[in-house]
């Protein structure tokens, strides 16, 4: 298995079951952080854009999204987001709600 089985949600509440149906959805996918490159671990913000930009053609790039949205990901690329993405994402919820 990748990396992915590292990527777990922080809160125990929205966690489990999504992490669990979005495993689900992975299994046998051909998805570019199944592989585990760096890339989507690291903090240098030119190899996370890269790794964001390596999601773009992932079918479940919607689903990985809004997993990291609702689990409060705060670190490594997401659904094809940084995470200063996120968090601008995050801000400009707040605005709006």
């Not at 997993?67 to 400009?92: H, N």
Request: glycine share 10%; proline share 6%.
């Amino acid at each position: 298995m990748s990396r992915t089985d590292a990527r777990r949600p922080e809160d125990p509440e929205v966690g489990l079951r999504s992490w669990l149906e979005l495993l689900a959805k992975l299994d046998g996918a051909v998805i570019p952080c199944r592989g585990g490159a760096a890339e989507f671990h690291s903090d240098d913000p030119r190899e996370q854009r890269t790794a964001a930009r390596a999601c773009q053609p992932c079918l479940l790039r919607q689903e990985c999204l809004a997993f990291a949205l609702a689990s409060g990901q705060t670190s490594g690329v997401w659904g094809g987001t940084t995470p200063q993405d996120r968090r601008r994402a995050r801000r400009e919820g707040r605005r709006t709600a």
